[in-house]
């Protein structure tokens, strides 16, 4: 399939250098697909970046998310889950390339949150609904008494600011291992409910 040749090839070619660096035509060939079939399919570099959003989403979903989240597990124990995957993602990465790559939406947004409107909203709607996941585990603790009741909607933003911190930390340092050793914090990370 065509389309998803020139998604499949942009995902890798975005996430392993940046969106900056790679041209419309690099990604073709990549893909083995003529010029003029890109615009067949994307009108623009910035539709086809959606689509790798959507790609990466899609990814993040399969191989962190369901494989994460078990029911059976304590909700922190799932949050704790999802740390190891991320973990595991960047470590086969680096076992395979000898780099991190960190978080792709982080990457991306840290390239064009500034100069791209469009795809800084789309990223912040696909961030929200990550932090809505982690909101609920956190809600669904304190529900149970696994974890003191807190500001549970600023609770979660936080843990998901570390964990993209934690990510970029890694990707500086160049290694995966600090996600395993620094993500054990997370379950830490709260803020004090302001209700009285």
Do not use: W
Not at 70 to 81: K, T
Not at 159 to 179: Q, R, Y
């Amino acid at each position: 399939d065509t389309r998803q040749r020139l998604i499949d090839s942009a995902s890798s070619l975005f996430y392993a250098r940046s969106y900056g660096h790679v041209g419309v035509k690099e990604i073709c060939d990549v893909a083995g697909v003529q010029k003029g079939s890109f615009y067949h399919f994307f009108p623009s570099k910035q539709e086809l970046t959606i689509a790798v959003l959507d790609a990466f989403a899609a990814d993040f979903k399969a191989n962190v998310l369901d494989k994460a989240l078990h029911p059976s597990l304590p909700p922190l124990q799932q949050l704790q889950s999802i740390v190891e995957h991320l973990y595991l993602r960047q470590q086969q990465m680096h076992a395979q390339d000898c780099k991190v790559l960190g978080c792709p939406y982080g990457n991306i947004a840290l390239e064009l949150g500034a100069q791209d409107e469009t795809i800084r909203q789309y990223i912040d709607r696909k961030f929200q609904l990550f932090v809505a996941t982690i909101q609920t585990l956190i809600e669904t603790a304190v529900r149970t008494g696994e974890f003191a009741p807190c500001a549970t909607h600023a609770t979660a933003l936080a843990m998901f600011s570390f964990i993209e911190g934690v990510l970029l930390m890694a990707k500086t340092s160049n290694n995966p291992e600090l996600i395993r050793t620094m993500g054990q914090a997370i379950v830490g990370v709260r803020i004090e409910s302001t209700k009285s």
